[in-house]
T-cell receptor, first 114, second 115 residues
């Protein structure tokens, strides 16, 4: 059974702080790793993807991947109240692994308070 | 990012009627699309995988005769909820796969309310 684990939260951080969201996965065949943001009542939106070990930065967002530890994280710097949402971690095996079907975590609720 | 259009965004129907939801990838071709449903404050639940030119693959427990999926082209997949009942009321979301790594781009979702 492929699993993706996330702390459901809520994670509460003050405005301007760094929010750190974590995710672990069980399938060692996973090749592609994604973070989606979902506002209440809306559909998910892709915000970051990472394929290789290490860090990947895009604006205020940094994704970190450690395949040996089966761990992926998302850091949000200078958190804003508009970042308040549920963050979904997802993994898949990709084309080389023979499956695009993603396994999603249950999501972490982030609250950024002014 | 890529754009996926989903229509309608909201539909209210009477019990026993059928409802069709369309999902279009506007600026890329999608061999594979996924259909999800989501209840308030709950996780995404994968219903089926839609592959262009072939039959959809349904997840365990999802009735394929009730949730008809057609992926007629590389840019369009449809979900038809047949003989809808109040328990089918939910938020339905489609997503399209872009690229070899399997990035998902989601439609805006359809809120179905069956009276």
């Amino acid at each position: 059974q492929k699993e993706v684990e996330q702390n459901s939260g809520p994670l509460s951080v003050p405005e301007g702080a760094i929010a750190s969201l974590n995710c672990t996965y069980s399938d060692r065949g996973s090749q592609s790793f994604f973070w989606y943001r979902q506002y209440s009542g809306k559909s998910p939106e892709l915000i970051m993807f990472i394929y290789s070990n290490g860090d990947k930065e895009d604006g205020r967002f940094t994704a970190q991947l450690n395949k040996a530890s089966q761990y992926v994280s998302l850091l949000i710097r200078d958190s804003q109240p508009s970042d308040s949402a549920t963050y979904l971690c997802a993994v898949n095996r990709g084309a080389s692994g023979g499956s695009y079907i993603p396994t999603f975590g249950r999501g972490t609720s982030l609250i950024v308070h002014p | 990012g890529a754009v996926v259009s989903q229509h309608p965004s909201r539909v209210i129907c009477k019990s026993g009627t059928s409802v069709k939801i369309e999902c279009r990838s506007l600026d890329f071709q999608a061999t594979t699309m996924f259909w999800y449903r989501q209840f308030p404050k709950k996780s995404l639940m994968l219903m089926a995988t839609s592959n262009e030119g072939s039959k959809a693959t349904y997840e365990q427990g999802v009735e394929k005769d009730k949730f008809l999926i057609n992926h007629a082209s590389l840019t369009l997949s449809t979900l038809t909820v047949t003989s809808a009942h109040p328990e089918d009321s939910s938020f339905y979301i489609c997503s399209a796969v872009q690229g070899a790594a399997g990035k998902l781009f989601f439609g805006s979702g359809t809120q179905l309310s069956v009276l």
